[in-house]
């Protein structure tokens, strides 16, 4: 059975530019979450997306967006890239059971990360 | 906003030593979870404690669950050397947003 994967695994861009992010969660499900890591700040929920359509958001600014496909598959995309968006992006897939209240009690399955480094 | 206070931040033991790890909070959580991170890897899931008070194993892994949902422990006894990574204590939300709210992590370092 195919584990969450990410592309890239590394990224450098340059200030200002903007990047895109691709998860492929595992096969069934229908939920994918991101989540950004960094040494100062551990890691900090950013969106999560069910059935193409994003349900929760964390405090990050606009400039962090995603999107959800028909197939589960998501991206997100960081414009105008800063020094301080260097960081560890994780994606991470759960199973929903539909009616079930709290869905994050039945823990994630996380991806390898895309390593993004702006300078 | 829901925190959680993880101790100790680093950790450098022996091989054989028992080690405890703490996850702390004034929020109530619906659950606790445990991952685990190696390197250039993203976090693994161990274990996910539910019910208040709950006790799980796992081989030499003991995870608690406090009576009052709040806090939680990571109990490794006779440590290996393959027992070092990056311990993440994770809490769902009780209501809200499907989502997880990380501890800063336990960097565990066992010496052979």
């Known amino acids: 059975k195919a584990g969450v994967t990410q592309t890239p695994r590394y990224l450098i861009k340059t200030r200002g530019q903007q990047v895109t992010l691709s998860c492929s969660p595992i096969s069934g499900h229908r939920s994918v979450s991101w989540y950004q890591q960094t040494p100062g700040q551990g890691l900090q929920f950013l969106f999560e997306?069910?059935?193409?359509?994003?349900?929760n958001k964390g405090n990050f600014p606009g400039r962090f967006s995603g999107r959800q496909f028909s197939n589960s598959r998501s991206e997100m995309n960081v414009s105008t890239l800063e020094l301080g968006d260097s960081a560890l992006y994780l994606c991470a897939s759960s199973w929903v059971i539909t009616g079930q209240r709290i869905e994050s009690n039945y823990g994630y399955t996380f991806g390898s990360g895309t390593r993004l480094t702006v300078v | 906003t829901q925190l959680l206070e993880q101790s100790p931040q680093f950790l450098s033991i022996q091989e054989g030593e028992n080690l405890t790890v703490y996850c702390n909070s004034s929020s109530v959580f619906s659950s606790l979870q445990w991952y685990r991170q190696e390197p250039g890897e993203g976090p693994v899931l161990l274990v996910t404690?539910?019910?208040?008070?709950e006790v799980k194993k796992l081989k030499r892994l003991t995870f608690q669950f406090g009576d009052a949902r709040k806090d939680s422990s990571l109990h490794i006894t006779a440590a290996q050397p393959g027992d070092t990574g990056l311990y993440l204590c994770?809490?769902?939300?009780?209501?809200?947003?499907?989502?997880?709210?990380f501890g800063q992590g336990t960097r565990l370092t066992i010496n052979p």
């Open positions: 404690v539910v019910t208040g008070g």
């Open positions: 997306y069910f059935s193409e359509t994003q349900r």
């Open positions: 994770a809490g769902a939300a009780i209501q809200g947003a499907q989502k997880l709210v």
